[in-house]
Structures are given as C-alpha cells and as structure tokens.
C-alpha cells in the first residue's frame, strides 16, 4: 500500500471554472476526510465519510462545494464556480475505526484560482 | 473538541531533545491528546498520542500532566529533518469527531 493518494498535486483554473480532486485512501481504512490549508495556517475540517456515508459537514462547505465517496473508496471534492478565496491547498487522510495510527495525510491537491 | 494553546515557534538545536509544550485545560475526560507534525509542503504526520499516561514510541515521547491540563512532546535527538510545525490536538479516540486543527509549533532544527 502506498498510503493515501492525491489527484492532481497542483491545479490552476480560471476563476468561475469547476474543478474535482480525487482522494485514494489507504484501501482497509474506513474513514476518509477532508481539509484545506492556507498559508499559515493549520488544516480546516470541511467533511468526512465513514464508508460511503458523509456524515459531517463543516460550515466552511458552501453549496458549491460537493464530495463523494461511492462504493465507500475513493473519495472526490468538486468546486464549482471557483473564487479566489478558494485558492488553497485541499488535503485528504483517511484512518481506521480506533486507529492505533491516528489519520493518515495525503500530500495535497494545490488549487490556484487566478 | 478541547482547544489546545502552543507557542507559536520554537528553537532546539541539533543532537539537542525538544520539547515542545501544549496546554490543554478544558480537556474532557474521553478526549485524547494526539500530536501531528507537519513538514513543509507536506500533508501532517501523526506522531503519537496519549490520554493519561505517559506514552513512547520510534518517533517520540508524550508526557501529560496528572490533571490532563497540559502535555509535553519531547523529541530525544532532534535533528534537521524534524524541522517542522507540530500541532497538539484534543479528540475522541472513537473517530467519531473529525480532529480540529490550531496554528501549531513551528520547530526549527538548528545546526
């Protein structure tokens, strides 16, 4: 296992633009989360799945924001109409149910919106 | 979540132990201390977590207080590579609650 994957590493887009990261988690693992990450500051909690389920969003996921996790795998995070504000990097973990190992991290989608 | 408080940066010079401190009073008493570190460019890593004793691992030691007010992470030999920001978090072992991330420790290794 090669631990958690991101897709693209770095993504560029046109303001108004859609964009979708894709997120492989560790294949046992059961729980996948999401974060963003500014420049300074740590990781913010957006949603998280327990298998296919999405059981908490934060508040900071607008409407434009939208993730899934079918057949419980891998997981994608789609923007629509991007802002400027969204530029950020967008970071997956996953983990197990009482995982001796805490959250594993993935190294993150970089979005620029310009 | 508990909200954690951490100094902002801190130095320890190289072959030197770091210790890196985290006061977390309004911790509950299910609640975890997990710490995580985060290397530039990089995704955070977890290092260890505890919830009242003392606990060791290959990367690090945590020592938390008897009244689970504060804890502090000690690195034994710090070297260049642990150049880091280490954030303490407070959260429930279950999962259940996605762990809230601070601004963390930003650690520079010094030679």
């Known amino acids: 296992d090669t631990g958690v994957s991101q897709n693209p590493r770095h993504k560029i887009t046109k303001r108004g633009q859609n964009v979708t990261f894709r997120c492989d988690p560790i294949?046992?693992?059961?729980?996948l989360y999401w974060y963003r990450q500014t420049l300074g500051q740590g990781p913010e909690f957006l949603t998280y799945?327990?298998?296919?389920?999405?059981?908490?969003k934060s508040r900071l996921l607008s409407d434009r924001f939208s993730a899934e996790r079918p057949k419980g795998s891998f997981s994608t995070l789609e923007i629509q109409r991007t802002e400027q504000g969204d530029s950020a990097m967008y970071l997956c973990?996953?983990?197990?149910?009482?995982?001796?190992?805490?959250?594993?991290f993935g190294s993150g989608t970089r979005l620029t919106v310009v | 979540d508990a909200k954690t408080t951490q100094p902002t940066s801190m130095d320890c010079a190289e072959g030197r132990a770091a210790n890196l401190p985290c006061n977390h009073s309004?911790?509950?008493?299910?609640?975890?201390v997990y710490w995580y570190r985060q290397i530039h460019s990089q995704g955070p890593q977890y290092i260890i977590h505890?919830?009242?004793n003392n606990e060791t691992n290959e990367m690090a030691s945590l020592i938390i207080t008897e009244d689970r007010k504060s804890s502090t992470l000690i690195l034994p030999h710090a070297t260049l590579r642990d150049t880091a920001v280490y954030y303490c978090?407070?959260?429930?072992?279950?999962?259940?609650?996605?762990?809230?991330f601070g601004k963390g420790t930003r650690l520079s290794v010094i030679a």
């Open positions: 973990a996953s983990s197990a149910d009482r995982s001796q190992h805490g959250y594993t």
């Open positions: 294949s046992e693992h059961n729980r």
């Open positions: 799945f327990q298998n296919e389920a999405q059981l908490e």
């Open positions: 309004t911790i509950s008493g299910n609640e975890y």
């Open positions: 505890g919830l009242k």
């Open positions: 978090i407070g959260g429930t072992y279950s999962g259940n609650t996605p762990l809230v």
